[in-house]
C-alpha cells in the first residue's frame, strides 16, 4: 500500500473493517512511515474524541421538573385572559383612532379645497367681469339673436 | 409504564408525573444524538430542553404508527441542525462585523468549552482536536452527517437509522460509507497540519 491508499483506511482500520491481509499493508506501512504514522497518530487522537463526547453525557435528575415548569410559564403567558384582553383592547382603540384620524382628515380635506374652489371661481368671475363686462360682451344673446 | 401509556396520560391529564418519566427515560437518547451536532455539552443540554418542549407541545400529532423513540430522534435531528446553521449564520455576521471594525479573531462557529483541570498545553490541544472533529462533521451534506452521527453517537443499527431518517437500509449504508470517506479527507489533511 502506498501513502496516498493507507490514508483513505485510517477509519476503516481503526473500526475494523480492513481484512488481515490490509490491517497487515496498513500496519506495515504506518511503522516505516514518518509522515503516515504522524498523521494518523493526529488522527487517532481527534476520531477519539467521539467516544469522549459520547461518554460525556451525566443525566440531570431535575431535568424533567425545569422543563415542566417552563412549559407551564409558557401555557400560563399564552393563557392569560386579562394579557389577551389587553392586547385586543389596545388593538381596537388603535384601529379605532386610525380610522377616525382618516374620516376627519378626509372631512378637513374636503371643506378646506371646497371654500378653496369657491375663491378661485370668484375671483376669476371678477377677474372676467374687469375685462369682459356683462354689460358690454353678451356673447350668447347674440348667437341666438342671428340665428 | 410503557410508552404509549406514558403519552395517553400526557395527553388525557397533563400528567408532570409521565412527563417526567418520559424526560428520564428519554434523556440519554436526546443529549447524545444533539451533542453529536453541537460544540458543547451546555449547548447539547439547552437543545435537550428545546426538545422536550417541542415534544410536549405536539404529542398530539404523534402517531403511534412509529415508535416514541423514533420520533424523538427525529425532533431532536431538526433542532440541532437549525441551532448548527443559526450558529453559522451569527458567526458569518460576525465575521463581517470583525472585517469592518478591524477585528483579529478567526472565524469560529464552534465554542467548544474548556476542561479547566488539564494542564494549559493538553488543553489548547484537546480544544484544537474537538474543533477539527467538530469542523469536519459539520460540513458534511446533512443526510450523510445525520447518518453518521446515529451511527457514531448513538450506536444504531442501519435499520434504525432508515427507520429515523425514512430511507431505505441500502442508502443508510451508501451514506454512511460516503460519510466516512468524506470524515476521512478532511481530518486527514487537518491532522497532516498539526503536531
Known amino acids: ?147 | 409504564m410503557t410508552d404509549q401509556q406514558i403519552v395517553k396520560e400526557i395527553l388525557n391529564s397533563n400528567s408532570q408525573k409521565a412527563f417526567v418519566e418520559l424526560v428520564d427515560r428519554y434523556q440519554p437518547l436526546v443529549v447524545k444524538t444533539c451533542r453529536g451536532f453541537v460544540a458543547s455539552y451546555a449547548d447539547a443540554e439547552d437543545l435537550t430542553q428545546e426538545v422536550f418542549i417541542e415534544v410536549y407541545q405536539s404529542l398530539s400529532n404523534f402517531r403511534n404508527e412509529s415508535k416514541l423513540s423514533t420520533w424523538l430522534y427525529r425532533i431532536a435531528v431538526n433542532k440541532s441542525l437549525n441551532f448548527v446553521r443559526k450558529k453559522k449564520r451569527e458567526s458569518v455576521l460576525q465575521s463581517i462585523d470583525r472585517f469592518f471594525t478591524g477585528g483579529n479573531r478567526g472565524s469560529q462557529y464552534f465554542d467548544i468549552e474548556e476542561n479547566s483541570n488539564a494542564n494549559p498545553e493538553k488543553q489548547i490541544q484537546k480544544k484544537e482536536d474537538k474543533l477539527i472533529l467538530k469542523q469536519a462533521i459539520n460540513s458534511l451534506p446533512d443526510n450523510q452527517r445525520i447518518a453518521f452521527i446515529l451511527s457514531k453517537y448513538q450506536d444504531l443499527s442501519y435499520k434504525e437509522i432508515a427507520e429515523v431518517m425514512n430511507v431505505t437500509v441500502a442508502s443508510v449504508e451508501s451514506l454512511l460509507f460516503r460519510a466516512k470517506a468524506n470524515l476521512q479527507k478532511k481530518l486527514v489533511v487537518k491532522s497532516k497540519n498539526k503536531p
Open chain 1, 1 to 147: 500500500m502506498k501513502c496516498k491508499e493507507i490514508n483513505t483506511k485510517f477509519i476503516e482500520y481503526l473500526e475494523k473493517e480492513l481484512n488481515e491481509t490490509q490491517i497487515q499493508q496498513f500496519e506495515g506501512h504506518i511503522s516505516t512511515c514518518t509522515n503516515c504514522k504522524k498523521a494518523f497518530n493526529s488522527f487517532i487522537r481527534i476520531y477519539a474524541e467521539i467516544e469522549f463526547e459520547k461518554n460525556e453525557f451525566s443525566p440531570d435528575p431535575f431535568l424533567g421538573q425545569k422543563i415542566w415548569s417552563k412549559i407551564d410559564v409558557k401555557e400560563k403567558s399564552y393563557n392569560s385572559p386579562i394579557l389577551s384582553i389587553r392586547r385586543v383592547a389596545f388593538t381596537s382603540i388603535a384601529a379605532a383612532g386610525l380610522f377616525i384620524g382618516i374620516i376627519m382628515g378626509s372631512l378637513i380635506n374636503s371643506l378646506i379645497l371646497s371654500s378653496v374652489n369657491d375663491e378661485i371661481e370668484q375671483s376669476w368671475t371678477l377677474l372676467t367681469e374687469e375685462y369682459f363686462p356683462s354689460e358690454i360682451y353678451r356673447p350668447y344673446e347674440e348667437l341666438a339673436n342671428n340665428e
